[in-house]
T-cell receptor, first 112, second 113 residues
Framework: GQQVMQIPQYQHVQEGEDFTTYCNSS?????IQWYKQRPGGHPVFLIQ???SGEVKKQKRLTFQFGEAKKNSSLHITATQTTDVGTYFC????????????WGAGTKLIIKP | DGGITQSPKYLFRKEGQNVTLSCEQN?????MYWYRQDPGQGLRLIYY???????QKGDIAEGYSVSREKKESFPLTVTSAQKNPTAFYLC????????????FGPGTRLTVL
């Protein structure tokens, strides 16, 4: 079935270092969404990318959608403790108009 | 305030007992979803509903049941047939269509003893 592969599973960074997570699909995606889940919390929508090659920024966060609409990335510049959590990508299920296929998530951990 | 509420936040049950998790939304969304999340893992879809009195199985529906008698409410019952029910359960809602963002409730952490 349709899958969205997300890597890495974990990323340990020093505060102030950058962080990147990647999502890849074998099929063309109509759009991709990104969510953040704080420890012990629930996923919160960050952004949706729709257009081929689209790049969107939210302060220190940069979201990209590949030209072929099969991959996407989230890059955080100069991480802060408030960035800690798990970042998920999600894309519409081609077989259903109402389901999202979720990546496994990348956990951002700040080294003490 | 508009949003989704789930209760209770923590729930403990003995093995073999059915348990019902509550999910209520006042966002006027037609679509509602139940997900299961296990430690260190992503979200797996249990059931979803697009309209009152209609719902569809997700990827891991076995051992679970739902109802959608009102637009605002989508309760999930974890039955004794679910082999490994201990998990974090998340309810979400959205405007119809998978291109729309999903809004999540705070979740219920179920522990079966």
């Amino acid at each position: 079935g349709q899958q969205v592969m997300q890597i890495p599973q974990y990323q340990h960074v020093q505060e102030g270092e950058d962080f990147t997570t990647y999502c890849n699909s074998s099929t063309t995606l109509s759009n991709i969404q990104w969510y953040k889940q704080r420890p012990g919390g629930h996923p919160v929508f960050l952004i949706q990318l729709v257009k081929s090659g689209e790049v969107k920024k939210q302060k220190r966060l940069t979201f990209q959608f590949g030209e072929a609409k099969k991959n996407s990335s989230l890059h955080i510049t100069a991480t802060q403790t408030t960035d800690v959590g798990t970042y998920f990508c999600a894309a519409p299920n081609m077989d259903s108009n109402y389901q999202l296929i979720w990546g496994a998530g990348t956990k951002l951990i700040i080294k003490p | 305030d508009g949003g989704i509420t789930q209760s209770p936040k923590y729930l403990f049950r003995k093995e073999g007992q059915n348990v019902t998790l509550s999910c209520e939304q006042n966002l006027n969304h037609d679509a509602m979803y139940w997900y299961r999340q296990d430690p260190g893992q992503g979200l797996r879809l249990i059931y979803y509903s697009q309209i009152v009195n209609d719902f569809q199985k997700g990827d891991i529906a076995e051992g679970y049941s739902v109802s959608r008698e009102k637009k605002e409410s989508f309760p999930l019952t974890v039955t004794s047939a679910q082999k490994n029910p201990t998990a974090f359960y998340l309810c979400a809602s959205s405007i119809l269509g998978s291109h729309n963002e999903q809004f999540f409730g705070p979740g219920t952490r179920l522990t079966v003893l």
